[in-house]
T-cell receptor, first 114, second 113 residues
Framework: GAGVSQSPSNKVTEKGKDVELRCDPISGHTALYWYRQSLGQGLEFLIYFQGNSAPDKSGLPSDRFSAERTGGSVSTLTIQRTQQEDSAVYLC????????????FGQGTRLTVV | AQKVTQAQTEISVVEKEDVTLDCVYETRDTTYYLFWYKQPPSGELVFLIRRNSFDEQNEISGRYSWNFQKSTSSFNFTITASQVVDSAVYFCALNGENEKLTFGTGTRLTIIP
């Protein structure tokens, strides 16, 4: 597609359930980022994929969070046993890779844990 | 470790006034890039400008200008003759040699008509 696509746009889930959030980056982009933005807050780095390199998982807040990127394209962020504090907007971005390339963001997935 | 600090959480100015958004960064890298992004009420972040660590030439683009000073580790953003459409959250970001794009906490700018 022309831009970064995220699905679903909104997700309401019950506490304790697992959720999967999907990101479809811009075709050809080798770098993919996941961020979390809580209400009125900044962007919290979660994980970074670059090509075939091992991902930088240093931002994942707990072992309930995991992400994978299949075939160097689509990425899925999985949150297991969701908690109310997981409620936030999850943003995905992709770039051409390298320090100088800007990241293009999707519209985000708003996750609400009730 | 790298860090980006935006000390101004919220700013309100009357339309047509000039406004400067501050950004201070920390990094041990010699090569890095700095960015500004805008997040309008619709929510999608939009790239505005990038600057590399070797280029301290300031830039003006229409009503926007940027002031990069390596000596003070600052990369400030100025909007002249502000307009209501400039109301948004503005984020400063740094991409260092580990390519972990790090954002500041953002500054919410409100332009009052």
């Amino acid at each position: 597609g022309a831009g970064v696509s995220q699905s679903p746009s909104n997700k309401v889930t019950e506490k304790g359930k697992d959720v999967e959030l999907r990101c479809d980056p811009i075709s050809g982009h080798t770098a993919l980022y996941w961020y979390r933005q809580s209400l009125g807050q900044g962007l919290e780095f979660l994980i970074y994929f670059q090509g075939n390199s091992a991902p930088d998982k240093s931002g994942l807040p707990s072992d309930r969070f995991s992400a994978e990127r299949t075939g160097g394209s689509v990425s899925t962020l999985t949150i297991q046993r969701t908690q109310q504090e997981d409620s936030a907007v999850y943003l995905c971005a992709s770039s051409g890779g390298g320090l100088n390339t800007e990241a293009f963001f999707g519209q985000g997935t708003r996750l609400t844990v009730v | 470790a790298q860090k980006v600090t935006q000390a101004q959480t919220e700013i309100s100015v009357v339309e047509k006034e000039d406004v400067t958004l501050d950004c201070v960064y920390e990094t041990r890298d010699t090569t890095y890039y700095l960015f500004w992004y805008k997040q309008p009420p619709s929510g999608e972040l939009v790239f505005l400008i990038r600057r590399n660590s070797f280029d301290e030439q300031n830039e003006i683009s229409g009503r926007y200008s940027w002031n990069f000073q390596k000596s003070t580790s600052s990369f400030n953003f100025t909007i002249t003759a502000s307009q209501v459409v400039d109301s948004a959250v503005y984020f400063c970001a740094l991409n260092g040699e580990n390519e972990k794009l790090t954002f500041g906490t953002g500054t919410r700018l409100t332009i009052i008509p």
